[in-house]
C-alpha cells in the first residue's frame, strides 16, 4: 500500500512538474510541523511562513503532524510529492539525532530531501532548580562530578532536543547522572520549579520566563555570544566549556522537488528572515537567525551531515550504555 | 483591596467593544466545536492560531480562552443526546445525562448542565482571581509520587461508575490500562505492542477510541432496534428544569464545583479527575445509589459543574506558573508566545492587562456562554426527533471529521473504526466503556509517574508511603476500595446462603 502510495505520488510529481517551475505557486503550500502546535518549532515555522507566504503569494497552511519524536510528520513529508507544495520544518532531532535514536527510520536525513534553507536556531542553556548549592557552571560541574548517578538529569522524552543535548552535555563534562524521563518540557520543568529534579538542558524559549521569574538558575548558555533575552548568563565559550550545541530549525522539500521550485522556497525563506517584523518575533524567542551564507540550501545540506555525524556516536554510546 | 483594582482593571480591559465581540466569537466556536462530536478544542485552537496573528494579545487569548471553556459547555450536548463523550472530561455525562435524554428529559439534563457549568464557571473565576498565586504553591507539593497515588485514588472511583457488576467493571479498568501502556517506552523509547504501526508509535488516542467505543458502536447498536430509538423521540419533557431539579442540584453543583477547583489547579492534568470524583461523591452520598446510571440528575449537575470548574482553573498553573497543564493550555503557551508574551511567574507584573483581562473575560464568557446555551437547548432536543435513518449518517460523518482533524491522519479513523467493532462485543457482553476510558486516562498518567518516582527514589517503593500526601491519598484510596468492595461481597455472601 504504501509503495503503492510513493509509486503514486513520485508520478503526479513528475507529471505535474514541467509546467511547475514557472508559474510555481499556483495553490497553498502545506508545511509539515511534525511537533504539536505550540512548541518552539511550531511558532518558528508560523512566524517565518507568515512572511514567506506573502513572499511566494500563496498561503502557506502550517499542518502537525506530531509523533515519534518529530520522525512520524518528516516521514510523511519525505514520501510527498516533490512539487513543492508540501515542504517541512525539520530540526536538530529530526535531521541529525533521529537516525542514532530511530533504528527503523524510514529517511535518510541527507539524501531524502531536497534542502531549503535554515530559518532560525534556538540556543540551549544549562539549567537547575533554584535551591541547587552550586553558584556557578565551574561548581556546578564538580558538583555533577561528585553527585554521580545520584544527580537528577530531568529530560522531555526520548528523541527530545533536551534528550540530545543533555547526553552531549554529559558526555562533554564526564558524568553519567540518572535519567528523569518526562512526556514534555511542561512537566519536566514543573518538576524543577518545585525542586524535584536538579537540572536540565532545553531551548531558550521553554525556559526563559522561569529564569527571569527566578524559579529556576541558569548556569550557562551555549553560544558564541551572549542572548540579549538573558545578557546575565554567561556562554559556554567564556566558561571555557567545550559544549556548543542549538536546536536548529529548517525548512525541507522532498527529494526530487524542481531546483527552480527549491530556489523560489529558498528566496521567500531569505526574504522573510530579512523582514524587520519577522527579525523581532524569531529574536523575542531568543532565536538566532542564520547569517546569509547560512540560509543557502548547501549550507543547510552541510549542517545536516554534520549533525547527523556529530550526534549518531555521542547518542549511540549513550544509547548502548542505558540498555546495559 | 487589591484584588478589586486588579478585577477593576481587568473588566476595564475585557469590556471594550472589541474584546466582548472575541469573547463571544469563542465562546460561539467552542460550543459548537463541543457539540460536533471528535472536533475538539486542540484542533480548532491550532486551526485558528494563524487568524489570531492579527490580532492584540489580549484579544487573541480572550478568544482561545473562550473556545477551550465553551467547548466543554458544548461537550456536555453531545453526551447527553447521542451518548458520545467529546473530552476524557465528558465521559461520565453519559452516563446520567444519556439516561436522561432516553426518559424525555434531555431539555433538563442540558438545562442543569448548563446551569451548573455557569456557576462552577463563576465560582472559579473569582476563586483564580483571589487564591491563584498561593494555590499555585501549595499545587508545587504533587510530585510524581503524589500524582501516582492521585491516579490510584482514580482508579478507585472506577469500580462506582459500574451500573452492573462490579467485576465487570474492573476487568474493563485493567483493559483501559492495558490499552494505555501501547505506543513508545518512556525511559527507553523502544515501540511496545505497536505491531510495526507507525501511528500507534506515540499510543493509542483518547478521541479514536472514545469516538469508536461509544459514538460507533452506539450507532450500530442503535441500528439494531430502531423501535428502542424511536420511543426517545416520541417523549419529549419540558425543555428547562423546574424548581424541584435545581434544588436537587444545588448540593451536587457546590460539591462539584469545589472538587473539579481543586483538581484543576494541579500542574499534572488533574482536572481529567474531577467529574469522576464528584460522581462517586454523588453516588455515595445519595439516599438511593441505584438511581445512579438510570437518569439521577445529580450524577449529571455534579460532574459538569466539576468540569467546568476544572476547565477554568486549569489556568492557574498556566496563567500563575506559565507551565501547562494539558495539550490546550499548551496551545495557549504557543499562542502567547507567538504574540510575544512568554508565559511564566512574571506574567502577572509584566502584563497585568493581560492577566487580569484574562480572568475577567472568563467571567464574561461564562455568562455569555448560558445566554447562548439556555435558549439552544429547546433546538437541541429537536434534534433528537430527526428520524434515526437521518441522524446517524450524520453523527457518523462528523465523528470521522473529527477524528481526522487531530492528527490529519485517516489511520486514526480506521482505528475509531476497529474500537467501534469491539464496544459493540463489549455491548453485547454487557460490559460498561465509562470504567475502561477512565483506566486509560489515567493510565498514561499513571504508569508516567510512577515510573518517575521510582526513578527518583532509586527503585524503593516506599517513597509512597514516606510522604505524607502520598500516604493520605493512598489511604483514601484503600478506604473508598473496601467501602465499595464491602456491600458486594456481603451481597454474595447473602445470595449464597439463600441458596
Known amino acids: 500500500m504504501k509503495r503503492y502510495l510513493i509509486g503514486l505520488a513520485a508520478l503526479l510529481g513528475v507529471a505535474a512538474s514541467p509546467a511547475l517551475a514557472q508559474d510555481y505557486p499556483t495553490k497553498p503550500i502545506t508545511m509539515i510541523v511534525p511537533f504539536a502546535a505550540g512548541g518552539p518549532t511550531d511558532i518558528i515555522a508560523r512566524i517565518v511562513s507568515e512572511h514567506m507566504s506573502r513572499v511566494l503569494g500563496q498561503q502557506i497552511i502550517v499542518e502537525n503532524v506530531a509523533g515519534a519524536g518529530g520522525t512520524t510528520g518528516v516521514t510523511r513529508a519525505a514520501a510527498a510529492a516533490p512539487d513543492g507544495y508540501t515542504i517541512v520544518m525539520g530540526h536538530m532531532g529530526t535531521h541529525g539525532a533521529a537516525p542514532a535514536l530511530y533504528p527503523n527510520l524510514k529517511y535518510n536525513p541527507a539524501t531524502d530531501f531536497a534542502p531549503v534553507g535554515l530559518a532560525a536556531g534556538t540556543p540551549i542553556l544549562i539549567v537547575a532548580r533554584k535551591t541547587h548549592p552550586s553558584k556557578d557552571l565551574k561548581e556546578f560541574i564538580d558538583w555533577a562530578k561528585k553527585a554521580g548517578d545520584k544527580a537528577n538529569n530531568a529530560f522531555a522524552g526520548v528523541g527530545s532536543v533536551s534528550h540530545s543535548t543533555g547526553i552531549l552535555f554529559n558526555s562533554t563534562i564526564g558524568t553519567k547522572p540518572t535519567m528523569i524521563p518526562y512526556t514534555g518540557t511542561g512537566p519536566a520543568l514543573n518538576d524543577m520549579v518545585s525542586g524535584q529534579v536538579d537540572y536540565m538542558t532545553d531551548q531558550i524559549v521553554n525556559v526563559v520566563s522561569q529564569i527571569q521569574g527566578g524559579n529556576i538558575k541558569a548556569f550557562a548558555i551555549a553560544l558564541p555570544e551572549r542572548s540579549p533575552a538573558l545578557p546575565d548568563v554567561p556562554t559556554t565559550k567564556e566558561l571555557g566549556l567545550d559544549y556548543q550545541v542549538s536546536a536548529w530549525n529548517a525548512i525541507f522539500a522532498p527529494k526530487g522537488t524542481p531546483p527552480a521550485v527549491v530556489a523560489k522556497l529558498s528566496d521567500a525563506l531569505d526574504k522573510a528572515l530579512d523582514d524587520a517584523n519577522t527579525k523581532k518575533r524569531l529574536a523575542e524567542l531568543g532565536g538566532v537567525i542564520p547569517d546569509k551564507a547560512g540560509r543557502t540550501p548547501a549550507a543547510l545540506q552541510k549542517l545536516v551531515e554534520d549533525e547527523v555525524a556529530r550526534w549518531t556516536p555521542i547518542l549511540k554510546a549513550a544509547m548502548a550504555n542505558e540498555k546495559k | ?464 508511603i514516606e510522604r505524607p500526601v502520598s500516604a493520605g491519598l493512598l489511604i483514601v484510596a484503600v478506604a473508598m476500595l473496601c467501602l465499595a468492595l464491602l456491600p458486594s461481597f456481603s451481597k454474595r455472601r447473602e445470595e449464597v446462603f439463600t441458596e
Open chain 2, 1 to 464: 483591596m487589591d484584588l478589586f483594582s486588579h478585577l477593576a482593571l481587568g473588566f476595564g480591559v475585557a469590556f471594550t467593544l472589541k474584546n466582548i465581540g472575541l469573547c463571544f466569537i469563542g465562546c460561539m466556536v467552542g460550543t459548537l466545536v463541543g457539540v460536533l462530536p471528535g472536533v475538539g478544542p486542540v484542533a480548532t485552537i491550532a486551526m485558528l492560531l494563524p487568524i489570531t496573528f492579527g490580532l492584540e494579545p489580549v484579544g487573541a487569548l480572550i478568544m482561545l480562552a473562550g473556545i477551550y471553556y465553551g467547548a466543554q459547555y458544548g461537550g456536555s450536548t453531545t453526551a447527553i443526546l447521542v451518548n458520545i463523550p467529546g473530552e476524557a472530561t465528558a465521559v461520565v455525562t453519559t452516563l446520567d445525562g444519556h439516561q436522561m435524554a432516553k426518559q424525555g428529559r434531555a431539555g433538563i439534563a442540558l438545562g442543569i448542565a448548563a446551569i451548573g457549568s455557569f456557576f462552577a464557571g463563576c465560582v472559579a473565576t473569582i476563586f483564580i482571581a483571589a487564591l491563584g498565586q498561593p494555590l499555585t504553591r501549595l499545587a508545587q507539593l504533587f510530585g510524581p509520587a503524589e500524582y501516582f497515588s492521585l491516579m490510584v485514588m482514580g482508579l478507585v472511583f472506577s469500580t462506582v461508575l459500574a451500573r452492573g457488576s462490579i467485576f465487570k467493571a474492573i476487568l474493563m479498568v485493567l483493559l483501559g490500562l492495558l490499552l494505555a501502556t501501547v505506543g513508545t517506552d518512556l525511559e527507553t523509547g523502544q515501540e511496545r505492542m505497536t505491531m510495526g504501526i507507525q501511528s500507534l508509535s506515540d499510543g493509542i488516542d483518547f478521541t479514536p477510541l472514545a469516538m469508536g467505543i461509544f459514538g460507533f458502536a452506539e450507532i450500530v447498536r442503535n441500528l439494531e432496534n430502531p423501535e428502542a430509538r424511536d420511543v426517545v423521540r416520541g417523549k419529549i419533557g419540558r425543555l428547562l428544569p423546574g424548581w424541584d431539579d435545581i434544588k436537587q442540584s444545588i448540593a451536587p453543583v457546590l460539591r462539584g464545583t469545589f472538587i473539579g477547583g481543586i483538581l484543576g489547579i494541579l500542574p499534572g492534568n488533574g482536572a481529567v479527575l474531577g467529574p469522576f470524583a464528584s460522581y462517586t461523591v454523588e453516588k455515595k452520598l445519595a439516599k438511593d445509589p441505584s438511581r445512579f446510571g438510570k437518569g439521577a440528575i445529580e450524577g449529571v449537575a455534579g460532574p459538569e459543574s466539576a468540569n467546568n470548574a476544572g476547565a477554568q482553573t486549569a489556568f492557574i498553573p498556566l496563567l500563575t506558573l506559565g507551565i501547562p497543564p494539558n495539550a490546550v493550555m499548551a496551545l495557549m503557551v504557543g499562542a502567547m508566545t507567538i504574540h510575544g508574551i512568554i508565559p511564566g511567574p512574571q506574567v502577572m507584573t509584566k502584563n497585568p492587562d493581560l492577566f487580569w483581562g484574562m480572568i475577567a473575560s472568563m467571567w464574561i464568557g461564562n455568562l455569555m456562554l448560558v445566554i447562548i446555551n439556555l435558549p439552544m437547548v429547546g433546538m437541541w432536543v429537536k434534534l433528537l426527533k430527526v428520524p434515526y435513518r437521518l441522524m446517524f449518517p450524520a453523527i457518523g460523518i462528523f465523528c470521522c471529521i473529527g477524528i481526522y482533524s487531530i492528527n490529519n491522519s485517516a489511520e486514526d479513523v480506521m482505528f475509531a473504526a476497529f474500537f467501534g467493532m469491539c464496544g459493540y462485543i463489549l455491548l453485547k457482553f454487557g460490559f460498561e466503556p465509562a470504567p475502561m476510558l477512565l483506566g486509560f486516562v489515567l493510565g498514561k498518567l499513571m504508569e508516567e509517574k510512577l515510573r518517575q518516582a521510582l526513578i527518583l527514589s532509586r527503585g524503593s517503593f516506599t517513597t509512597f
